[in-house]
């Protein structure tokens, strides 16, 4: 029939509009796909080609000035601790060192285009905020680093400074380490050092011992001299003799209670203490052989106004512990 036929006319029309519509979609979702594909892989080229790749040489170029800068802080480092001083030639070293590091790492990054001057103001940022919280340590560094340079002591020098006396066992680059006489080893901030007072004692390789003597008034001056010269020969074999060297006996002054004398004796800085204890000790026993005495504080109590039964005649005796007095 005419309207049945024309139906099914119209049924296949539709049919083939409708995959044509489908093959159509498709084939632009595949299109579409491509062109991601290959934005994908020039994006990607163009990352690796900016971005990777210097990265890559900037750190093959940092990772091998890292290895310069080790090598030539040695060759910088090695004549100062031979013919200077080790701790000095160690800060020289290291100072070198991360100078280089520096240097190079900046250098490369400029290269690449990396923005240096943002980072250096963003380092300074951070080293002002790291300074203001640590004003004490930096203040040790910078003294350290006056220590180091103008070098008042060194490792094995006897100093008093910082209030504490004694043998230089190292020094860093913020604390001295010192070990005392006694065998303490105490560790001193460089800041407490470097703003005092700084006794090198053994700086020299002589030192004069003093002895102070005091002896009574009835002893003659002449024989008392003749007595601490005998004492001060007695340790020629200690003697340094030469110009403004040697010993001596002085008078040195009248005071309330004894005639005050000094010997002075030179001697080698290592055996100062020794010196001085032997030395004292040859004075106090020609003294006692020559009968001439030494002054010392008296005290002379008088009683007055005592009840005659209360004399200390007539005190008995404090009974000992355990035992009764009649």
Excluded at 191 to 197: A, E, F, P
Aim: charged fraction near 20%.
């Amino acid at each position: 029939m005419p309207g049945t036929v024309d139906a099914t006319n119209t049924s296949d029309i539709s049919t083939t509009d409708s995959g044509a519509n489908s093959d159509s979609a498709a084939f632009d979702l595949m299109a579409e796909l491509n062109n991601l594909r290959q934005l994908d892989a020039d994006q990607i080229h163009t990352a690796v080609t900016q971005y990777v790749l210097p990265a890559l040489a900037a750190l093959a170029v940092i990772l091998v000035g890292y290895f310069v800068a080790k090598f030539l802080s040695r060759i910088v480092s090695a004549p100062v601790i031979k013919r200077v001083d080790e701790t000095l030639g160690k800060f020289v070293g290291k100072f070198t060192f991360y100078g280089i590091l520096a240097g190079i790492s900046l250098a490369t990054l400029s290269k690449i285009g990396a923005p240096v001057g943002g980072l250096a103001a963003l380092v300074a940022a951070t080293g002002f905020a790291v300074g203001l919280a640590f004003q004490g340590t930096l203040s040790n560094f910078a003294s350290g680093v006056l220590l180091l340079v103008f070098r008042p002591f060194k490792v094995g020098d006897v100093v008093n400074a910082g209030g504490i006396m004694g043998k230089v066992n190292e020094i860093d680059l913020f604390t001295v380490t010192l070990d005392t006489p006694d065998n303490r080893r105490i560790i001193v901030p460089n800041s407490s050092i470097s703003g005092g007072t700084i006794e090198n004692i053994s700086f020299h390789k002589h030192r004069r011992v003093e002895v102070l003597v005091g002896v009574e008034y009835a002893a003659s001056i002449d024989e008392t001299r003749r007595v601490l010269t005998e004492a001060a020969e007695a340790m020629r074999p200690h003697l340094v003799d030469g110009p403004s060297r040697g010993y001596a006996v002085i008078l040195d002054n009248l005071g309330a209670s004894s005639v005050d004398w000094k010997v002075r004796f030179w001697a080698h800085s290592s055996e100062f203490f020794d010196v001085k204890e032997q030395l004292t000790g040859q004075i106090k026993q020609r003294l006692d052989q020559a009968e001439i005495g030494i002054p010392f504080p008296q005290m002379d109590v008088h009683v007055t106004g005592m009840d005659a039964a209360a004399t200390p005649q007539r005190i008995k005796p404090r009974p000992r512990a355990g035992r009764q007095v009649a």
